[in-house]
């Protein structure tokens, strides 16, 4: 019995690879310091604990629309709108088994095979995987460290729009090297989507994992409402990773495809964190907040920990929580030409497990220098102070 070949273009998220490494190191007995992983080790708010509880007791455990409840629809338009300067109704809404689901429904509801996507590299790897597993050609564009941080590179981006480019993906907030655009840059993308009549899929899961400042969405900008999806998520701001719980909004035309697909793939998504949710927007946000403060604390202590060691100097990012260093001077000083040895040999030598560059899309031809990324969601303050330490003694010695 054969497969069907159109798995061979199927990607994964290979971040969970080197979470099984972690795994396998920590059941032999050693203390592993996990930066793996962009998981949550904080606990969802108590007064969403509590709303799902009596969403049960009260009975919602049947199916329920394929678009989602009406009440929760009506809320959370208003509520992204509004942080967005954009006007949204249900509608515009579709809700969704989590933010990842929105990735494939919307390349399958405005994509034809051999259309090109352009995409952020390095970036989240489904993007990737489901524009060649669809029958897209996935075309890179990529970012360059600056002083405070990273930039896309715009003229490779500009150089890359053919008559065939039909999406732009754009990441703000971005997994996994925390860029952020200034005005200048969203209003250039912007821009560009107009100019060449493209769709746009903004990825808006760390819209408000955000430590100042208010953010802001390339909807906000003339024309691009009519042609933007955004990806919603609720597990980054209310810690509800485990949840499964997001959204997509958009144009009612390309909502009611992605309610279609809702209906061929999961008939609905799950009823009763749904009624939660409204207690999530619109009751207590004391949780939210000290979620943010301890991400805060954490980001701070990481950063301080990885300037310490010599060859590394990272800027403080400002919003997700991931840190994306750059190691060229470490992999020189190791006299390693390949980063997967650094990731493996500080697991088995320090116990700190990271991800590499090359776990968020393939490299791009050319690229000379490595990176590597740490996940501060997930490992507590003192562990994140003992595992940069050791890391710190590895990567000097």
Not at 12 to 32: D, I, M, P, R, Y
Not at 350 to 360: A, L
Request: charged share 25%; aromatic share 10%.
């Amino acid at each position: 019995m054969k497969l069907a070949k159109r798995l061979n273009k199927l990607g994964t998220e290979t971040a969970f690879a080197v979470s099984a490494q972690a795994s396998a190191w920590a059941a032999q007995g050693h203390k592993v310091y996990p930066f793996h992983l962009g998981d949550i080790n904080i606990p969802t708010p108590a007064n969403i604990v509590e709303a799902t509880k009596r969403a049960l007791h009260d009975g919602k455990t049947g199916y329920c629309p394929a678009e989602g409840i009406l009440p929760l629809r009506e809320i959370l338009a208003e509520d992204v709108g509004k942080r967005r300067g954009a006007v949204y109704g249900p509608e515009n809404v579709s809700i969704q088994p989590g933010g990842k689901p929105v990735i494939g429904k919307f390349i399958a509801a405005v994509m034809n095979p051999g259309d090109e996507v352009l995409y952020p590299n390095p970036g989240y790897p489904i993007y990737e995987s489901q524009i060649e597993f669809q029958g897209g050609v996935a075309v890179p564009y990529s970012y360059s460290e600056t002083d405070d941080g990273f930039a896309i590179d715009m003229e490779r981006l500009k150089a890359s729009i053919t008559d065939r480019t039909r999406i732009l993906i754009y990441n703000n907030y971005q997994n996994p090297i925390s860029a952020e655009s200034k005005y200048r840059e969203m209003e250039e993308l912007a821009n560009l989507a107009l100019e060449h009549d493209l769709w746009v899929l903004s990825d808006d899961a760390y819209f408000e994992i955000r430590y100042g400042g208010d953010p802001r969405s390339i909807v906000s900008f003339a024309g691009m409402r009519e042609r933007t999806v955004i990806l919603y998520t609720f597990s980054k701001k209310f810690a509800m990773t485990g949840w499964r719980l997001g959204a997509a909004i958009g144009p009612e035309e390309i909502i009611k495809v992605i309610n279609k697909l809702n209906t061929n793939v999961e008939s609905c998504s799950n009823h009763f964190i749904q009624w939660a949710m409204i207690e999530a927007l619109t009751g207590d946000q004391s949780g939210p907040k000290e979620i943010l403060k301890i991400l805060k604390e954490r980001r701070d202590v990481a950063v301080d920990g990885l300037n310490a060691i010599a060859g590394i100097n990272i800027a403080l990012p400002n919003s997700t929580f991931y840190l994306f260093p750059n190691v060229t001077a470490i992999m020189k000083r190791k006299g390693f030409d390949d980063v997967s040895r650094l990731q493996k040999e500080a697991l088995h030598e320090t116990g700190v497990s990271f991800c590499t560059r090359i776990h968020f899309g393939r490299p791009i031809p050319g690229e000379t220098e490595y990176f590597i990324r740490l996940a501060y969601s997930g490992i507590d303050v003192e562990d994140i102070r003992e595992g940069l330490s050791k890391l710190k003694e590895y990567f000097e010695s």
